[in-house]
């Protein structure tokens, strides 16, 4: 069985709305759907959805990864990981990420849409699965 281990900071949340800085984005960017926060070497570790806000949210997304000493003031690392191949499950966009961490590897479970996704007669979406062995990948 896989173990996770939760830092004591987490077990108890602040509940209180604390302002974040360092997730600064262009004015025509769009940021959601923040994966679960891992403490790794003393640093917090954070995965998030990014796109254009013209463009249908599915579409065109990529995972971005940001880093904070301290869960306040966040340095925004880069890209963690990018839509795919063509004719790939993942060819028009990733999003929605969760990190997995044992001894051996990192897991990112993530939302995949392929390039059917228009297609109402098919199954153009899925959870899909990408491994690095460190947390700023490659993924």
Known sequence: MLQIRI????????????????FDKAPDMENHD???????????YVWYTEHRQDTDGFKTCYIKYATSANGLHWHVRGIALEKGDPDGPDAQGVLTS???????????????????????????????LAEAATPDGPW
């Open 7 to 22: 830092p004591p900071e987490l077990r108890t949340p602040i509940k209180a709305v604390v302002p974040t800085t360092g």
């Open 34 to 44: 923040p994966s679960n926060i891992v403490l790794y070497e003393g640093n917090y």
């Open 98 to 128: 969760f990190i997995v961490q044992t001894k051996e590897k990192w897991y990112m479970f993530f939302l995949a849409v392929g390039p059917k996704f228009n297609d109402p007669q098919t199954s153009s979406r899925g959870i899909w």
